[in-house]
């Protein structure tokens, strides 16, 4: 990629900027983002009369007419046309939006379709970075060179809200067509998986495994788009995982997708368990749709979506929860997944599906009912139900949701403070079992101690606070 394909643009386009984080005190505007409810990008593949190749057109207000520090509804419309492309390969090159948009200095963009997130830096808004057709021209030198089978296209970004709120819902339709095209086909159908690098200029060692039933973390990529993108693009970030022997069917353990990850992570990441959160759970970079995230005072797992505003069920915001899952690391208990993921027959296969789920936001649970399985739609709380932990064990108590059998007896818990020296006795239990449980969180006085296959038989249970080892130290 030659600076001199650029040499009309007012800031530098390179892959050395890709991953670059603006924070909001240097940004000159946000574009989408999680204060903005309509914003999307879309490619449509049209006939080759119908697009004018390097047409770029803005629909509302333009950069330099925008006001510094606020954030505004934003669409990035792109036709294109060429002979070798069919109308399976749009999620493909919309896809590629995000990376090539990365490419350019002081420009941030994060997640896809109806989840993008910009920010233009006031550093290269002053070096004259101030109009779309900046961003139109960068966008369609890439897609040109990088894309050959891309033979014209015309790019529209739209900042009028009202134009944007016309053409929102049509584009929810398409996503959705596409997606459920991909619903269908198993994962023991296919001899081949598909990996994408996409994401590694924000999460160096993470690599996001497609199977026909786990769908990309952000959402956007199917299997069928995996194929399609290895093969126009065979050196590109999406490729060919050989699936290898079946190490575990349940928790979906393969050797093939154990050595590309190795591989493609610099040997950080060498096991996934595609269909759990536990574990060697799949890795995440930044741009998932939702998180799972295990909840120990229930036993179950919580899902929380990019665009909830409020906190989930356990205290924590998504921006809180997905620090904890991104970064490609594997945490135990804490899981990027799409939407389209949670739709799966396999989706947290090894942890009890949906029998293990406890709450997710009303938005998330609405698009996905018609996956749960109908006597279970009801027994999984929604923020309307349970706002705190103790609301939610209340609901899934009331309602007996499976997570309750797995508590078999309660313990009995002396809540005391770290200020209290004296012991706290319960009362006098029987000789039988208190507790038996696979997994049991105690939280008292500040600490929380987890107990592993537990079996306790107690005359007393005696609760002793000690100084935090941390306020020792200091």
């Known amino acids: ?54 047409k770029i057109s803005i629909i509302g207000p333009d950069l330099k007419e925008m006001e510094e520090g606020k954030s505004y509804p934003f669409g990035i419309y792109i036709e ?12 493909v090159i919309e896809r590629r939006i995000h990376q090539y948009c990365n490419y350019i200095e002081g420009f941030m963009h994060v997640n896809q379709r109806y989840d993008i997130w910009i920010r233009l830096s006031k550093k290269s808004f002053q070096k004259g970075f101030n109009t779309f057709q900046y961003l139109g021209k960068v966008l369609h030198r890439l897609f040109k060179s990088e894309l050959p089978i891309v033979e014209k296209i015309q790019i529209t970004f739209i900042t009028d809200p009202d134009k944007i709120r016309e053409i929102y819902p049509e584009a929810l339709k398409i996503y959705e067509a596409r997606d459920a095209k991909a619903r269908g086909l198993k994962d023991e159908e296919v001899d081949k998986f598909y990996g994408c690098v996409l994401c590694q200029s924000f999460a160096p060692t993470h690599c996001c495994v497609i199977t026909p039933q786990r769908y990309s973390n952000c959402g956007a990529i199917s299997w069928f788009d995996g194929r399609a993108s290895a093969s126009i693009d065979p050196k590109g970030p999406v ?30 990441v060498t096991r996934v368990w595609l269909y759990t959160a536990f574990g060697y759970p799949h890795t995440s970079c930044g741009c998932f749709e ?3 995230f295990y909840i120990p005072e229930v036993d179950g797992i919580g899902i929380v979506h990019r665009g909830y505003p409020e906190v989930a069920v356990n205290g924590l915001p998504f921006s809180t929860l997905a620090d904890s899952t991104a970064g490609g690391r594997q945490v135990d208990g804490f899981h990027g997944v799409s939407i389209e993921y949670m739709r799966s027959p396999k989706f947290l296969q090894a942890d009890g ?55 078999r007896a309660e313990a009995v818990v002396a809540e005391t403070t770290p200020s209290e020296a004296k012991e706290a006795e319960a009362v006098e239990a029987p000789a039988e079992p208190v507790v038996t449980a696979a997994t049991l969180p105690i939280t008292a006085g500040g600490f929380k101690i987890i107990l592993k296959d537990a079996k306790i038989y107690a005359k007393k249970v005696i609760i002793r606070t000690f100084k935090s080892e941390k306020s020792e130290k200091r």
């Open 353 to 407: 599906g949906y029998t293990r789920v406890v709450w997710m936001p009303k938005e998330v649970k609405e698009r996905v009912k018609n996956f749960i399985p109908a006597d279970l739609v009801d027994k999984i709380a929604t923020e309307e139900d349970a706002k705190t932990i103790d609301e939610l064990k209340a609901f899934l108590k009331a309602k007996n949701h499976p997570v309750v059998q797995r508590w």
């Open 80 to 91: 294109v046309a060429g002979s070798k492309l069919d109308p399976d390969l749009e999620g």
């Open 290 to 292: 939702g998180v799972a």
């Open 239 to 268: 490729f060919e995982i050989e699936k290898g022997e079946l190490l575990d069917p349940v928790k979906g353990e393969y050797s093939g997708v154990n050595e590309a990850v190795k591989k493609r992570t610099m040997g950080e």
């Open 1 to 54: 990629m030659g600076m001199s394909m650029f040499q009309d643009i007012p800031v530098e386009v390179g892959v050395i900027y890709e991953g670059e984080r603006i924070r909001r005190k240097d940004m000159f505007v946000e574009l989408g983002g999680p204060d903005i409810k309509e914003k999307f990008e879309l490619v449509r593949i049209k006939n080759p009369d119908e697009v004018e190749d390097g």
